[in-house]
């Protein structure tokens, strides 16, 4: 409608305005008054761009510039995401926007921000997840490291953030797109096994460098994508998905060094080491549906563990110590393994 993005810009300027500078003036020129004083950090700017109106990059970037540009106007500490991409897996992307030359002057691009969620074929049961979620991820950390060369190349003072990061089973579609609410059926096991995937994420994005590991989503229900939900819709309690997001956000955290590990690959089970500030930290994931035992450093056989598996339920990890220096691991276990 207005292709110079100032009818566009306005728009979010007001809307900036009405949360953070106690209101705004609207096109006629009357003022509403919000009585808002808060601050935004950060803002992503838009969502899903390339499922959304057959945008184009080159459509995307004039867009972000008209945003970016008129909220500056009235939040100037606000830094701001770009991208936001639902599936990062076209390179012309990455190209065009990251280059400051399609850029007007003076806009930052402080982050880029994409998606990456596992997603199975219906035929596929917990058995075949086992495989088929870890071969995705593999894939998608593929896509990673040829999106960072990009970066690297035009912007590579610009972060990352890996927005949503999950699964959606193949139900979840089905019912977004009958505008069905049927209650799913999803066993108690998946949520493990999604949990397992974010936790082996974790450790192939940190060792990449990213900046922010996000997992989606907080609440899902029937309707609105019950398998990515951290909350069961039932009782509210918090699932495995949410616990193995606690687990890492407790115990690992920005300027801990990534240690070289090596763990037989053929056991099914990843593991990273981590020096913390407070001492050796090992993060170890069982990616199969079924138990399994591994042995531990020599200097780690009386060492804190905590562990999010099927028998933790929908409660906090589980705590322990380890006698000696074999740990068994129950099915999608994910386990920190902490010592001095």
């Given amino acids: ?61 004039r867009r972000y510039d008209a945003i970016v540009s008129a909220i500056h106007q009235v939040s100037p500490e606000t830094k701001f995401m770009g991208l936001a991409l639902a599936a990062p897996s076209n390179p012309h992307w990455f190209e065009y926007f990251l280059n400051h030359k399609n850029h007007k002057s003076g806009i930052p691009i402080d982050y880029i921000s994409y998606q990456g969620e596992a997603s199975p074929a219906s035929v596929q049961n917990i058995n075949d997840w086992q495989y088929s979620f870890f071969d995705q991820a593999d894939g998608f950390l593929a896509r990673v490291r040829f999106i960072n060369a990009i970066r690297n190349r035009l912007s590579p003072e610009t972060k990352t953030d890996t927005d949503e990061l999950g699964v959606i089973l193949p139900d979840d579609n089905n019912q977004v797109a009958d505008a069905s609410g049927h209650i799913p059926s ?59 997001l606690k687990l890492l956000k407790d115990n690992f955290h920005p300027g801990d060094k990534i240690i070289e590990t090596t763990i037989d690959s053929s056991t099914g089970v990843t593991a990273q080491a981590f020096e913390t500030s407070t001492g ?61």
């Fill in 1 to 61: 409608k207005d292709p110079s993005g100032k009818e566009l810009g306005n728009y979010y300027r007001r809307l900036v305005s009405w949360y953070t500078r106690g209101g705004f003036t609207d096109e006629n020129g009357k003022y509403h008054t919000s009585g808002y004083h808060y601050t935004f950090p950060i803002w992503e700017v838009l969502n899903e761009v390339d499922f959304e109106h057959g945008t184009t990059p080159e459509q995307y970037t």
């Fill in 280 to 340: 050796k930290k090992l993060l170890i994931v069982n990616q199969r549906n079924r138990s399994t035992q591994i042995t531990l450093p020599n200097n780690a056989d009386t060492a804190k563990v905590s562990t999010v598996d099927e028998s933790s339920g929908e409660g906090p990890a589980i705590r322990s110590k380890s006698s000696g220096n074999a740990i068994s691991l129950a099915p999608f276990a994910v386990t920190v393994v902490s010592w001095r």
């Fill in 186 to 244: 999803i066993p108690s096991a998946y949520w493990n096994a999604a949990g397992a995937l974010y936790a082996y994420l974790y450790i192939g994005l940190a060792k990449q460098g990213v900046d922010v590991i996000g997992e989606s989503q907080l609440v899902g229900y029937p309707s609105q994508f019950p398998s990515v939900t951290m909350i069961d819709w039932t009782n509210g309690k918090p699932n495995a998905r949410y616990w193995v």
